[in-house]
């Protein structure tokens, strides 16, 4: 097995078509904080934006042929409370599906951006 300086995971990107209708959605909406916004070269930002008190981000990157949005990114975040959260996102005008439920299992619900790019909350598990 090969040796690594690999220690976590920083930041995990998503496609935007519009970086600040992005932002806005993340922190007006999700709650996030904005941790970096920088114009790297002409016409090309990084922002990166993160629940309070999280160690990972999420990099809102401009969408391209590339990088189209509109996809399932993958992204799992965890909620303390599958009601509550749920609750507070429909109230946002978050695009949310039913929670889920089954035994052994900790709750859990998916809900998409501006952009339709798919997300996914669950309870920690046990």
Known sequence: MPNTTITTIRTV??????QDRTVAFFVDQLGFETQMDAELTEGFRWIEVAPPGSDVS????AA??????GVDT????????AEAEHASMTEQG???????RWPGVPAM?????????S????????
């Open 109 to 117: 619900f998916s809900f998409r951006d501006v952009d339709g790019n």
């Open 74 to 81: 993958g992204i799992r975040f965890v909620m303390t409370d």
């Open 13 to 18: 990107a998503i496609p935007a078509e519009d």
């Open 64 to 69: 391209s042929s590339e990088l189209p949005s």
């Open 94 to 100: 978050v695009d949310v599906d039913e929670i889920l």
């Open 119 to 126: 997300y996914y909350v669950s309870e920690p598990g046990e």
């Open 58 to 61: 999420v990099a809102i990157v």
